[in-house]
C-alpha cells in the first residue's frame, strides 16, 4: 500500500469502513505558512519594538489561518457499509456532508486541463459535474500511489455501493431522436454551433488584416510587438473556422468514426471495435469554469498509446450524459 509522503493519498480499510485521507498537501501549506507568518512577525517585532503589544490581533488572524489549513489537511473521506453512506468529515469529527450509497454512481478518474488528475466520487444526478474529490493530485499514471488506489479503494468503494444499488442502471428507452446529431444515408453527423465559431474567426481575421494596413488601430513603438500580434490574430482567425467546418462522422454500417477537416489537416478515422472508453478534462480559465471536454479513446492494433478524438465541450452535466448516450446508442446500432 504505497503511501508515503507527506502530499500522497492516504487510507485505511476495516472490515466495514474505508477511510480516505485526500487532503493531506494542505498541511505542508500550514508548515509553510506558519514559518513564514511567525518569520514575519518577528521581523516586525524586532524591528518595531513598540508593536509587540498592538500584534495580539494580527498574530490571532495568522494563527487562525494556518490553523484551518491544518484542520483541512485532517478532512476524511469515510465509506461506511454498516450505515449505507459516505461521509466527508473536517478533522475527522466534524460533519459537513453525509451522501446515501443510493444516490451515489461510481469513481471517476478527472484530468485538468493543464495536466495532472485526481480521483472523484460522482452523485447519480450530476455524473459529470465538479464531483466530490477523494484523492490527493497525481502527475502522471503510472504514480504508485495511484496505481494502489486505483486497485485497492475504487474497486472496494464499488463494491459497498452495488450493495444498495447497482452503478450501472441499464433502461430499455432506445433513443430514436437524436439532439446533438444529424442522420443522412446512415450516417450521424455530429451538429455544430457554426455561427459564434464563424463570426469569432472572421472578427479576428479581420483584425489581423487591418492591422497591415496603414491606418492601424493598435499602436506599438516596435515592429516585433505588430508583427506577433498580427501572426496570433490571423492564426487564432483560421483555427476558429476551421474549427467551425471540421465534421465528426459515425457511421454504424462501417463501424467507424472520422474527424474531417476542410482542408486535410488533422484527419482522423478509427473503428468502433477500437474504443477504449471515455474521458472527461473539465477546462477552467482564470479558475472560471469553460465547460468539459468530451474526449473518446481508441487503442488500434499494434499502437502503445491510446489516440484521442475530442468530439465536443459541453457546459452542462445533464447535456454530457445524454450526449454520450447517443454516441453510445449509434455505435450499438
Same mark, same amino acid.
Given at each position: 500500500? $504505497?503511501?508515503?509522503?507527506?502530499?500522497? %493519498?492516504?487510507?485505511?480499510?476495516?472490515?466495514?469502513?474505508?477511510?480516505?485521507?485526500?487532503?493531506?498537501?494542505?498541511?505542508?501549506?500550514?508548515?509553510?505558512?506558519?514559518?513564514?507568518?511567525?518569520?514575519?512577525?518577528?521581523?516586525?517585532?524586532?524591528?518595531?519594538?513598540?508593536? &509587540?503589544?498592538?500584534?495580539?490581533?494580527?498574530?490571532?488572524?495568522?494563527?487562525?489561518?494556518?490553523?484551518?489549513?491544518? &484542520?483541512?489537511?485532517?478532512?476524511?473521506?469515510?465509506?461506511?457499509?454498516?450505515?449505507?453512506?459516505?461521509?466527508?468529515?473536517?478533522?475527522?469529527?466534524?460533519?459537513?456532508?453525509?451522501?446515501?450509497?443510493?444516490?451515489?454512481?461510481?469513481?471517476?478518474?478527472?484530468?485538468?486541463?493543464?495536466?495532472?488528475?485526481?480521483?472523484?466520487?460522482?452523485?447519480?444526478?450530476?455524473?459529470?459535474?465538479?464531483?466530490?474529490?477523494?484523492?490527493?493530485?497525481?502527475?502522471?499514471?503510472?504514480?504508485?500511489?495511484?496505481?494502489?488506489?486505483?486497485?485497492?479503494?475504487?474497486?472496494?468503494?464499488?463494491?459497498?455501493?452495488?450493495?444498495?444499488?447497482?452503478?450501472?442502471?441499464?433502461?430499455?428507452?432506445?433513443? %430514436?431522436?437524436?439532439?446533438?446529431?444529424?442522420?443522412?444515408?446512415?450516417?450521424?453527423?455530429?451538429?455544430?454551433?457554426?455561427?459564434?465559431?464563424?463570426?469569432?474567426?472572421? &472578427?479576428?481575421? &479581420?483584425?489581423?488584416?487591418?492591422?497591415?494596413?496603414?491606418?492601424?488601430?493598435?499602436?506599438?513603438?516596435?515592429?516585433?510587438?505588430?508583427?506577433?500580434?498580427?501572426?496570433?490574430?490571423?492564426?487564432?482567425?483560421?483555427?476558429?473556422?476551421?474549427?467551425?467546418?471540421?465534421?465528426?462522422?459515425?457511421? $454504424?454500417?462501417?463501424?467507424?468514426?472520422?474527424?474531417?477537416?476542410?482542408?486535410?489537416?488533422?484527419?482522423?478515422?478509427?473503428?468502433?471495435?477500437?474504443?477504449?472508453?471515455?474521458? %472527461?478534462?473539465?477546462?477552467?480559465?482564470?479558475?472560471?469554469?469553460?465547460?468539459?471536454?468530451?474526449?473518446?479513446?481508441?487503442?488500434? $492494433?499494434?499502437?502503445?498509446?491510446?489516440?484521442?478524438?475530442?468530439?465536443?465541450?459541453?457546459?452542462?452535466?445533464?447535456?454530457?450524459?445524454?450526449?454520450?448516450?447517443?454516441?453510445?446508442?449509434?455505435?450499438?446500432?
Amino acid at each position: 500500500m $504505497p503511501q508515503k509522503g507527506l502530499t500522497k %493519498t492516504r487510507w485505511t480499510i476495516d472490515d466495514a469502513r474505508i477511510t480516505i485521507y485526500p487532503y493531506r498537501v494542505f498541511f505542508i501549506f500550514s508548515i509553510v505558512l506558519g514559518v513564514l507568518f511567525g518569520g514575519l512577525l518577528l521581523l516586525y517585532i524586532t524591528v518595531e519594538r513598540n508593536a &509587540a503589544n498592538t500584534m495580539g490581533s494580527v498574530a490571532l488572524l495568522l494563527a487562525a489561518i494556518v490553523i484551518l489549513f491544518l &484542520a483541512y489537511s485532517r478532512t476524511q473521506i469515510i465509506f461506511d457499509r454498516t450505515t449505507g453512506s459516505m461521509q466527508q468529515k473536517m478533522l475527522g469529527l466534524i460533519p459537513i456532508r453525509t451522501i446515501p450509497f443510493d444516490r451515489l454512481h461510481g469513481v471517476n478518474t478527472v484530468t485538468q486541463q493543464y495536466g495532472g488528475f485526481n480521483f472523484r466520487i460522482f452523485p447519480k444526478n450530476n455524473k459529470y459535474g465538479k464531483g466530490i474529490i477523494i484523492s490527493s493530485g497525481y502527475g502522471k499514471e503510472t504514480d504508485p500511489n495511484a496505481i494502489a488506489f486505483s486497485q485497492e479503494v475504487i474497486p472496494l468503494i464499488h463494491e459497498y455501493i452495488a450493495q444498495y444499488t447497482p452503478l450501472a442502471e441499464h433502461t430499455n428507452n432506445t433513443i %430514436t431522436a437524436y439532439k446533438y446529431f444529424n442522420e443522412k444515408a446512415g450516417v450521424y453527423i455530429l451538429k455544430n454551433q457554426k455561427a459564434g465559431t464563424i463570426i469569432m474567426g472572421i &472578427a479576428l481575421l &479581420a483584425l489581423g488584416i487591418h492591422e497591415c494596413t496603414g491606418t492601424p488601430w493598435i499602436k506599438t513603438d516596435g515592429t516585433t510587438g505588430r508583427i506577433v500580434f498580427i501572426v496570433i490574430s490571423l492564426g487564432l482567425g483560421l483555427i476558429f473556422l476551421l474549427a467551425a467546418f471540421t465534421r465528426i462522422l459515425l457511421n $454504424p454500417a462501417a463501424r467507424t468514426i472520422e474527424r474531417i477537416s476542410p482542408i486535410g489537416i488533422g484527419n482522423k478515422k478509427y473503428a468502433f471495435e477500437d474504443f477504449s472508453g471515455f474521458r %472527461t478534462v473539465r477546462k477552467s480559465y482564470n479558475m472560471i469554469y469553460a465547460g468539459t471536454e468530451v474526449q473518446m479513446f481508441f487503442t488500434p $492494433p499494434n499502437t502503445k498509446q491510446p489516440a484521442v478524438v475530442v468530439v465536443s465541450t459541453i457546459r452542462q452535466s445533464r447535456k454530457i450524459e445524454r450526449f454520450i448516450e447517443e454516441i453510445k446508442s449509434i455505435m450499438e446500432k
